[in-house]
């Protein structure tokens, strides 16, 4: 009876057994007249009466089930249905957009300005890394956005003067070969901005796509961890020969 308004099988004997019953049942009672498994018939006797479809009392130690009025049931159900028709017109469907592509971008103001209006959208988390006379121009934005309580970090190639924290500082070995200039912005865990230089001119690429997002959240952390290494243990690992023609080729 009660399958036809989305009750389970065993939910729909239950009820009819107590419904036809002129009395409270126990379980034991319940199973033997509804076929419904002993292993089942409490968790199916708690789920109608989560549904509200169920009186219960106590006696003499047992456990007694009764089952509504019909007519109250109808009502219960009717109500039920029409609540939920209520909540299905007034619920705004809205699908998320995603945008999966890579666009890129050139000129060192235009990826500037990206970069500046990414950090203003931000609403949770900022992680910034590059050299200390770009991540300079950003600072007051990235303190004001701290003030309002987002979570921002940043790694620097060369000293800054900030109250930022948590704040890594890399101080470049003048062997450093791989070490070239770049910016990576990571905002709220789901917006980037990475750009390098090349041939002398700034080429850079922002995404929301959440693989690539995902992999510069590693790369930015692999830097920090190095910066965070490399100045904990510089005078072991730089006695290192092979460590360090190693850590020289890195890009951090």
Do not use: C
């Not at 002129?22 to 089942?40: I, N, Q, R």
């Not at 109250?72 to 609540?83: C, G, R, S, Y």
């Not at 850079?204 to 190095?226: C, M, N, Q, R």
Request: glycine fraction near 4%.
């Amino acid at each position: 009876m009660l399958q036809k308004f989305g009750f389970t099988q065993y939910e729909s004997q239950v009820f009819e057994v107590l419904t036809s019953s002129a009395l409270p049942l126990d379980a034991t009672s319940v199973v033997k007249y509804s076929g419904v498994p002993k292993s089942k018939v409490y968790e199916v006797l708690n789920r109608l009466a989560d549904k509200g479809l169920l009186l219960i009392s106590f006696h003499e130690r047992k456990k007694l089930y009764h089952a509504l009025p019909l007519d109250t049931t109808i009502e219960k159900l009717t109500k039920d249905f029409n609540e939920n028709i209520r909540d299905l017109k007034e619920r705004e469907y809205t699908l998320k957009p995603t945008d999966d592509r890579v666009w890129s971008l050139q000129d060192g103001n235009s990826i500037d300005a990206l970069l500046k209006e990414k950090i203003t959208e931000a609403q949770k988390t900022i992680y910034l890394t590059g050299w200390n006379k770009d991540i300079e121009d950003y600072l007051p934005l990235l303190e004001k956005k701290k003030s309002e309580g987002l979570e921002v970090e940043v790694l620097s190639v060369g000293s800054l003067k900030t109250k930022l924290h948590p704040l890594h500082i890399l101080l470049p070995d003048e062997k450093h070969e791989a070490l070239e200039q770049h910016r990576l912005l990571i905002i709220d865990h789901k917006d980037i901005v990475f750009a390098g230089v090349e041939q002398g001119s700034w080429q850079g690429i922002t995404t929301a796509s959440s693989p690539l997002v995902k992999f510069f959240i590693e790369f930015f952390y692999h830097d920090v961890a190095l910066t965070e290494i490399t100045k904990k243990y510089d005078a072991v690992l730089m006695q290192d020969e092979e460590i360090k023609d190693i850590l020289m080729k890195l890009r951090y």
